[in-house]
């Protein structure tokens, strides 16, 4: 079965550094991948996707994140925090064939000033 | 505003009530799912429809659990006989089946059973 590992449930940064959000997935056919950020009370918004055009996909909010095969992994960054960029953010994956996504427990970032 | 919307936002029962939530998906998207979110955890699949055909379920939908899609356009999800397990963020999504499966989230239902 698919799963998503987020390694790192909190991470702090100081404002102006650079965010790095981990997500490894389980899988032996790299799946769809995908970043959702959620706000406090909030439903997720989609951040950025993986669908195997591009390796290095860039989102909304100056985010982007790097597919690398070799290890599994569709890490998360951006290379300066803004107090506005804290939140919980989540990697999901959804197989090929399916159509449920297998989200990641989240990593919430904390931004200080 | 064309996203997706839930009603109501909030919901307190007491054990032992039903529960039903709406979700309308956004207009051209024939793909609707469920998922439950708990505290500090990603949400978790419940089900999907594709058009008014609910194709999936998952182990965590008991029988208590009832979703519609009557239509193919709106959905229902009902709980019969709440019990405070239940007590979660219920998130509706939807996405269009030719994308990529590139799913967008609604607000959230916060169910409060007490």
């Known amino acids: 079965a698919q799963s998503v590992t987020q390694l790192g449930s909190h991470v702090s940064v100081s404002e102006g550094a650079l965010v790095l959000l981990r997500c490894n997935y389980s899988?032996?056919?790299?799946?769809?991948l995908f970043w959702y950020v959620q706000y406090p009370n909030q439903g997720l918004q989609l951040l950025l996707k993986y669908t195997s055009a591009a390796t290095l996909v860039k989102g909304i909010n100056g985010f982007e994140a790097e597919f690398k095969k070799s290890e599994t992994s569709f890490h998360l960054t951006k290379p300066s925090a803004h107090m506005s960029d804290a939140a919980e953010y989540f990697c999901a994956a959804n197989p090929r064939a399916g159509n449920m996504l297998t989200f990641g427990g989240g990593t919430r970032l904390m931004v200080k000033p | 505003d064309t996203g997706v919307s839930q009603d109501p936002r909030h919901k307190i029962t007491k054990r032992g009530q039903n529960v039903t939530f709406r979700c309308d998906p956004i207009s051209e998207h024939n793909r609707l799912y469920w998922y439950r979110q708990t505290l500090g955890q990603g949400p978790e699949f419940l089900t999907y429809f594709q058009n008014e055909a609910q194709l999936e379920k998952s182990r965590l939908l008991s029988d208590r659990f009832s979703a519609e899609r009557p239509k193919g356009s709106f959905s229902t999800l009902e709980i019969q006989r709440t019990e405070q397990g239940d007590s979660a963020m219920y998130l509706c999504?939807?996405?269009?089946?030719?994308?990529?499966?590139?799913?967008?989230f609604g607000p959230g239902t916060r169910l409060t059973v007490t």
């Open positions: 899988s032996s056919v790299p799946p769809y």
């Open positions: 999504a939807s996405s269009y089946s030719g994308r990529a499966n590139e799913q967008y």
